[in-house]
DNA sequence: CCAAAGTTTGACCGATCGATCAAGTTTATT
DNA sequence: AATAAACTTGATCGATCGGTCAAACTTTGG
């Protein structure tokens, strides 16, 4: 039964303080890392700025995370799951209206939670995806065909106007993310410091609105 | 009068010999460095990279610009003007649906042509804009005051749904940005290398489908 | 034709980077 | 208690970085 597999990360149910110890310092580190990595890149992220954030000295960081490259793939491999965890309402038995407005709402609402995240991800774009390796060839373009023939099926029972399902995501991915990625630049135009809950609420409100009108569906 | 100014980077017109190689020169610095910088980034940019694809040796680089910060600021700057010089069509006198037509293809336009200037703005914004100054603040947000009054006024004559100007900004600018900024993912799920003429058309006129709808101008 | 100014370039500098090592400490096992 | 395994850390390595220097070369103006 093999009772005594780790599970990654963070599960370290009943285990000793070696364990515990040892998955509390992994998530330090894995936290620092998706910080230090979102505000720099992966270029000007520095081995010795994450350890220092993360609390350890850094030989201690190359102990739990050989080189700098596996430490940002651990970082990358975390942010690609989150990301396609989302857009479970998209199904051929669901309501079209509400199945994209909670994608909507569940995508702005990951920008909120999970800012760094999407940023480590932005830039990995930006860059050329250097790092993705088949990321983005195999499970993204799987996950988009699955999605897509949902989309399909609803434009053919004459549920919504007809759309390119493939760049509707591109719209509804860039409308939500952008509040992550560029949160300065939409603070900056809003007048604050930083972005509020109700930014972030009249923003799912109204890209909702213009997207289900858009689509037919309002 | 002074016809002798040099108006900047490449209008050598009735210059000596030396005049025209050195705006040759700087052309290429400043192509090699908007390159450079696109795919890796400020900190992952090496000055012996820009110096060696402009093809001159790296203290003739420094020659021309002191510092690399220097030349980013540089690089910067003509992109900037290049943002704010979109959107004239957004103007009271205007027909909103034609005004939203064009802004759209011609967002969508620059992403095409300008893909590299549209990644080195995003990666600043990712990062925070740390180098920006005070662009945000100051041009971009009058620049953005100056628009949605435009917009209010359409919608106060029932030209158009009632929406937040700044927002709706925001996802235009999301929307067509990505075509640039995260041109592989798209290419990856379309299935393709790099992304065809008629990809960037297709996606101009089903975002300006659906964004005309959702405002209620179609 | 000559001196001054502008331009080019190989060699080099200190700083920082990712990564390693070796000697230490702590914990688990018997 | 003893041994092995896991973990910690100051010191240090070679490589690369942005930037400089001084000596050469080229153009310009008188």
């Known amino acids: 039964m093999d009772l005594s597999l780790e599970s990654g990360d963070e599960a370290a149910a009943s285990a000793g303080p070696r364990e515990r110890a040892r998955a509390k310092i992994e998530a330090a580190i894995l936290s620092a890392a998706e910080a230090v990595f979102a505000e720099h890149g992966f270029s000007g992220a520095s081995m010795s700025e994450i350890a220092r954030r ?7 960081l190359h102990y739990y995370c050989k080189t700098k490259e596996e430490l940002y793939q651990r970082v990358l491999r975390r942010i690609l799951d989150l990301w396609l965890g989302t857009a479970d309402e998209i199904q051929a038995d669901a309501d079209p209206a509400a199945a994209f407005s909670h994608y909507i709402a569940a995508k702005i609402d990951l920008a909120r939670r999970h800012p760094l995240a999407s940023r480590v991800f932005a830039n990995e774009l930006i ?34 106007h007809p759309v390119d399902p493939r760049h509707l995501f591109f719209m509804l991915w860039a409308a939500t993310q952008t509040y992550a990625d560029f ?15 109700a930014d972030y609420d009249r923003a799912a409100r109204q890209t909702t609105e213009i997207v289900l009108r858009g689509l037919g569906l309002q």
Request: aromatic share 6%; no cysteine; glycine share 10%.
């Open 127 to 160: 860059h050329g995806a250097p790092r993705l390796g088949d990321f983005l060839e195999n499970e993204l373009q799987a996950w988009v065909a699955k999605k897509s023939k949902v989309i399909d099926g609803w434009v053919k029972t004459g549920k919504m």
């Open 183 to 197: 949160a300065v630049q939409i603070a900056a135009v809003l007048g604050r410091k930083s972005l509020k809950p």
């Open 54 to 60: 993360a609390g350890i000295p850094k030989p201690n």
